[in-house]
């Protein structure tokens, strides 16, 4: 008996020992929270104490799902918010939980989960199986919420709230508002019903233009979509044609090509003028050190420079339906982007043909009803590899529907944005991605997010391509509408200007090919272009300009609050320029004078105006050149005058004169100085530069600004001329070095890109006028060589 008793005592002092051992191998994490969180479900976004954040960083598509009636979250996204400890088991499926002393296991695709604990174990049924979605593993959400992590959960009209005390949703409607107005703004579109709730105006049929028409029309030929099409590039060198290369040209590898000429990296070459360091910017023409690359039309030239000879070597012809707006350089990688369009007139005539013989619901079936449009517009990007610029090789291609709005690059990763407009019979746009294929394909509804409480017009698509490798297109859409687009390292910002006399801000996350939506805010106003948004410790600041006239500065927190602001700033003016600078930031106004606002913006709460000053004409561009140093550029304004009955001369009006330069000494912020001024021509002079600040080229290293312009004098003698000013800066001094005197090539055509841009490479300078490149001596500005496209 004493046996017995012993023994049963050591089996007991084991299992306790082993408890023990389980119970420090897993720490209690139950006190480590963070208060109330609310989500939404279709929303990829959480609200706690008042901030947003994404629900899954790591992974921007993942949202509260309802499926079959359950609603679903992601195990590792809430748990991890309240402390826990994930893991993930891959060769038995299953995820774990450490919380409270316990262990949650949750067996994939099973309708249970295990509890382990001091005592042993057990498996509680649920009523729905744990799943995989978008990589994620997904649990109801009262199992994971109230039985493993202890909160007390709240679910009405899909906001949901978890909390360590019941919140009755329904009682406070305020609230309900909030939340709602917070992250449930944007939601993911879960069915094609919601979806076309969201399209104003959209109809009960929605376009199918695909493989479904182009098979029934065509009987296997290459539909009118150009979906079967390669990329309908054709590559010239010395007068001799390269066979056209799509996705599935054998001539594809790069190592094919001819050895990688020398790095131009420790070369002395222009970059494009861009708004924020390290984040390009696409342009017209762009250098490498070597070469010239210049877009526009339908064609791509590359042009040898070396020591001011030029040579033109290669040209990439695109097919004829595609339009070049902008093209990349960098890292021997050639992206050209554009807007292809696609005349339907043919494919429509085919399928008036087709519907005599079909009744309404076959034709139904392949989307062929009407309404008919006859031109349909996809944006693109072709990737080429230009390691050897003599025989560029094609790499990758992608459209999106819709128009070519703009782009960034980050590294390797450009950023396209697409709108499009809906015409009531869309509803998914069409897509092509050569990695994945060379036909269109529809994108996939969960890739799209509603706007439900404002309808719109049509899509706002965020497409990441990676040029260095085969990786496919990661895509983005809402139904909305963005102009204006500002972009960092880590968020991209879209506004557009509503018939409500405000700009709605649409803010994603971005790392690497993640694209995610991340909030929404609005400010009175529109913003005149990218220059009036700019983010600076996770704040934006926008500079708005109303309807009637009224200008303001916001400044909006990481979840887009709006925290501070200066309003009534200038009235009766508008806002011709702006230019943040870390915790400074500077608007130009304009109606009659110019006045230049310096603002203090180091406490975001409470942005002031520490400086004004007033001087005639106004700059439309403003571009720091040094500590405390501010250069814009403009137009030189002066009144115009009469007199009245009395024989008193009153300014009727303002006239607006030649291109003005202006260096601000804003040293003292409570001073601003205008310290040189430098006016080059009369009333009638303009410059690209006025409206796009990728026409100036900036040289910090030899204190030069250049930019082409029309110029017009007075006098006789000089008349009317185009040509490139080069501007010095040196000693806080504005200078002119000369004006490189432009002339016509007088040759034109699809195969000339109209591009007008200067840049430097080395010691010599480079005017690029449309079909003629000019090259100069940097130093003496003297002409070295002419060449004219043919």
């Known amino acids: ?146 039985q493993v992590l202890s909160k007390k959960v709240s679910y009405h009209n899909r906001i949901i709230a978890v909390s360590d005390q019941t919140i009755e949703l329904q009682m406070q409607p305020k609230l309900m508002k909030q939340v709602e107005e917070k992250i449930g703004e944007v939601v993911k579109a879960g069915t094609m019903s919601e979806l076309k709730k969201a399209l104003t105006g959209s109809k009960e049929y929605y376009h199918d233009i695909d493989d479904k028409a182009a098979v029934a029309l065509t009987n296997g030929s290459s539909n009118a979509s150009g979906s079967d099409r390669n990329d309908g590039a054709i590559v010239e060198r010395e007068s001799a044609s390269v066979p056209s ?62 020591q001011g000879s030029l040579k033109d070597e290669t040209s990439i012809k695109l097919s004829t339906d595609k339009y070049v707006s902008e093209i990349y350089v960098a890292d021997g990688k050639l992206a050209v982007l554009g807007t292809r369009s696609e005349n339907l ?66 590294g390797e990763i450009i950023y396209l944005v697409t709108n499009l407009y809906s015409s009531g019979e869309i509803a998914l746009p069409m897509m092509r991605d050569t990695v994945i294929g060379s036909k269109q394909i529809q994108m996939k509804l969960d890739d799209v997010m509603i706007m439900p409480r404002r309808p719109a017009d049509g899509y706002l698509i965020v497409s990441a391509i990676n040029v260095s490798n085969q990786e496919k297109t990661e895509v983005e859409a809402i139904t909305a509408y963005g102009m204006t687009m500002y972009m960092n390292d880590s968020s991209l910002y879209l506004a557009a200007s509503g018939a409500d006399d405000s700009s709605t801000i649409i803010k994603f996350e971005i790392a690497g090919m993640k694209v995610g939506y991340a909030g929404s805010g609005e400010v009175k106003g529109h913003l005149i272009n990218q220059f009036a948004m700019d983010e600076y410790e996770g704040n934006l600041r926008v500079a708005t300009t109303t309807w009637g006239n009224e200008n303001a500065l916001y400044v909006l927190d990481p979840s887009l609050n709006e925290i501070g602001s200066v309003t009534g700033l200038a009235k009766g003016e508008t806002i011709y320029s702006v230019r943040f600078m870390g915790d400074k930031g500077y608007i130009v106004t304009f109606r009659t004078i110019d006045p230049l606002f310096v603002f203090d913006l180091s406490d975001p709460s409470k942005p002031v105006v520490t400086g004004e000053l007033k001087i005639p004409g106004f700059s439309s561009y403003l571009h720091p050149v040094g500590k405390n140093l501010l250069l814009g550029i403009g137009a030189d304004t002066y009144e115009i005058y009469r007199k009245d009955s009395s024989g008193k001369d009153v300014v009727v009006g303002v006239r607006q004169g030649g291109i003005k330069y202006s260096l601000f000494d804003v040293s003292d912020m409570g001073k601003p100085r205008e310290i040189s001024n430098y006016v080059v021509g009369d009333s009638g002079s303009s410059s690209e530069a006025f409206y796009n600040h990728k026409a100036v080229m900036i040289d910090a290293s030899s204190q030069n600004v250049a930019l082409d312009a029309s ?32 002339e016509p090539s007088g040759v034109y055509g699809n195969d000339i890109p109209y591009a007008r841009r200067v840049l430097y490479i080395g010691n010599q300078l480079y005017y690029v006028q449309d079909g003629r490149i000019t090259s100069y001596d940097y130093e003496s500005l003297k002409k070295i060589a002419d060449l004219v496209l043919r």
Not at 81 to 87: I, M, R, Y
Not at 364 to 389: R, T, W
Not at 714 to 728: D, L, S, T
């Open 711 to 742: 110029l017009n004098f007075e006098n006789k003698e000089n008349g009317y001329q185009q040509g490139a000013v080069i501007m010095g800066y040196e000693g806080r001094k504005l200078a002119l070095r000369g004006i490189l005197q432009s």
């Open 345 to 410: 007139n043919a494919l429509y005539n085919k399928k008036e043909v087709l519907m005599e013989s079909m009744d309404e619901a076959a034709a139904k079936s392949i989307g062929i009803m009407p309404p008919y449009y006859s031109i349909k517009n996809y944006s693109f990007v072709d990737v080429y590899d230009i390691s050897n610029p003599a025989r560029p090789l094609y790499l990758k291609g992608h459209e999106m529907e819709g128009a070519y709005q703009s782009s960034r690059k980050n």
């Open 245 to 306: 290369m799509g996705a599935s040209s054998p001539s594809m590898d790069p190592s094919a090509a001819a050895p990688n000429s020398s790095s131009a990296a420790d070369q002395n070459y222009s970059s494009t003028n861009v708004q924020v360091e390290g984040i390009d910017e696409a342009d017209v023409v762009k250098t490498d050190g070597k070469y010239i690359y210049i877009g526009g039309n339908n064609v791509v030239r590359m042009i040898k420079a070396d």
């Open 1 to 146: 008996m004493r046996m017995k008793t012993f023994i049963c005592g050591v089996l007991v002092a084991l299992f306790l020992l082993s408890g023990s051992i389980l119970a420090m191998a897993l720490p209690d994490d139950s006190e480590n929270t963070i208060g109330t969180i609310y989500l939404y479900t279709g929303s990829p976004l959480i609200l706690t104490n008042d901030k947003i954040h994404m629900l899954d960083s790591a992974n921007p598509d993942i949202s509260a799902t309802v499926v079959n009636g359950n609603t679903l979250l992601p195990l590792r996204a809430v748990s991890e918010f309240f402390g826990a400890d994930v893991s993930y088991d891959q060769a038995k499926r299953e995820a774990i939980i450490n919380y409270g002393g316990k262990r949650f296991r949750f067996p994939i695709e099973q309708k249970k989960y295990i509890v382990e604990e001091l005592l042993g174990s057990k498996a509680i049924s649920i009523g729905s199986n744990s799943m995989i979605m978008d990589g994620r593993t997904m649990v109801p959400l009262r199992v994971i919420c109230e």
